[in-house]
């Protein structure tokens, strides 16, 4: 059974950081490209950033310079840091694993930046 579990969202100001995690289970990790998405509240979701499997990485230009993801394929975990957040940035992010047609996807977590 694949699983992808999201975690590390919460309220944070603006101009805060978090660090959300994906933790994946069956499936084999490493051959994936994992992806963070997005969705705000009336948005269609949108691709935020990705890390393939040999760890080049493409970000939205909307994040550009303030997020960075990373992969652990000892842990099976992607990460996204995101710093200097603004309330454009509040959200629920998802977490996706994809290889050739097959593609997974977390529950998502919310991320909430307000004073």
């Known amino acids: 059974q694949v699983q992808l579990v999201e975690s590390g969202g919460g309220l944070v100001q603006p101009g805060g950081s978090l660090r959300l995690s994906c933790a994946a289970s069956?499936?084999?990790?490493?051959?994936?490209?994992m992806d963070w998405y997005r969705q705000a509240p009336g948005k269609q979701r949108e691709l935020v950033a990705s890390?393939?499997?040999?760890?080049?990485?493409n970000y939205a230009d909307s994040v550009k310079g303030r997020f960075t993801i990373s992969r652990d394929n000892v842990k099976n975990t992607v990460y996204l840091q995101m710093n200097s957040l603004n309330a454009e940035d509040t959200a629920v992010y998802y977490c996706?694993?994809?290889?050739?047609?097959?593609?997974?996807w977390g529950q998502g977590t919310q991320v909430t930046v307000s004073s």
């Open positions: 996706n694993a994809k290889r050739s047609t097959v593609s997974y």
């Open positions: 069956g499936i084999w990790f490493s051959g994936y490209t």
């Open positions: 890390i393939t499997s040999d760890r080049n990485t």
